[in-house]
């Protein structure tokens, strides 16, 4: 099961990632480690733990014992938050409630992620997005706090990271599931795709947060579309997380049943590409 190398690339979609962790158990039920990992938004995050050399049974339990105490997430986000009530009536009517991702990625990574990209077990990469650039930028060495708050840093609820003289945002404005950043380094990729289809709504006017995080997740699925179209990946995941909306963290036992299939649907795909 080591012979031929995997590079996995876990894509953004904020709650909807929580499906990411039946990939990951997948992998870990077959005794197999990707040769490499790619993640962007929620993907940089799980990818970073298990490239750490976690089990996604113990990132699936950091997760629950995480999200189960909602006063302490709550606590975390106010302590993140860089935005005030009175920038609402200032100049340019700025965001109150926006949060700093390099304050708050640290409030929520296991302890036993390190600080490092060098001192991970597996090669990792975290896409983010240069701003003025316009352009994606791969992190693969360095801080790795930095790089997963780029790579998840979505546009009206983060404020941007200023890093190595780059203005950053989410990677998923650029590359939602980066399946395509591995090069020579692996000899098949399998990509686990969480922007999820349509949603069934009977509201005809979702307020301004819902059409701002809605329209971002319209806009991953037209990119994730045309880059499949185009070439796709060797292997491709998408596990049912229609259901799921971007901030729906709280729902993390619906939503991992949902998803449920995938862990078998990622085993055969494993299966076949080592054999391919």
């Known amino acids: 099961m080591t012979e031929r190398r995997i590079g996995l690339a876990l894509g953004g979609g904020g709650a909807r990632g929580l499906a990411h962790l039946h990939a990951l158990a997948a992998f870990d039920e077959l005794g197999a480690r990707p040769a490499a990992i790619a993640g962007c938004s929620i993907g940089s995050l799980y990818g970073a733990g298990f490239a750490a050399g976690l089990s996604a049974r113990e990132l699936l339990d950091h997760t629950t014992r995480v999200l189960d105490r909602r006063a302490d997430v709550v606590g975390k986000l106010l302590k993140a938050r860089v935005g005030r009530l009175a920038d609402m009536f200032g100049a340019g009517s700025r ?5 700093d991702a390099e304050i708050l990625v640290p409030l929520f990574l296991p302890d036993d992620v390190p600080q490092d990209f060098e001192q991970l077990q597996i090669p990792f990469s975290a896409v983010a997005t240069d701003f003025f650039g316009r352009a ?9 706090v930095p790089a997963i708050a780029s790579s998840s840093a979505i546009p009206g609820l983060f404020r941007p990271v200023l890093h190595d003289g780059r203005t950053l945002i989410d990677g ?3 590359n939602p599931l980066p399946f395509d950043v591995f090069g020579d380094a692996v000899d098949a990729t399998l990509a686990v795709d969480v922007t999820g ?3 069934t709504s009977t509201k005809g006017f ?7 995080l809605g329209a971002t997740q319209i806009m991953q699925a037209a990119i994730v579309a045309g880059k499949v179209a185009a ?3 060797d292997a491709l995941i998408r596990p049912r997380v229609d259901g799921v909306t971007l901030l729906d963290f709280f729902k993390t036992g619906p939503a991992l049943r949902a998803s449920e ?3 078998d649907e990622t085993k055969r795909a494993i299966e076949r590409l080592m054999q391919d």
């Open 95 to 99: 965001n109150p409630i926006l949060l």
């Open 136 to 144: 994606q930028v791969v992190f693969r060495k360095g801080p790795l």
């Open 172 to 174: 998923a404005m650029i």
């Open 197 to 199: 289809g349509p949603v």
């Open 206 to 212: 979702p307020n301004v947060f819902e059409t701002m």
């Open 231 to 233: 070439r796709g990946p």
């Open 261 to 263: 299939s995938a862990k």
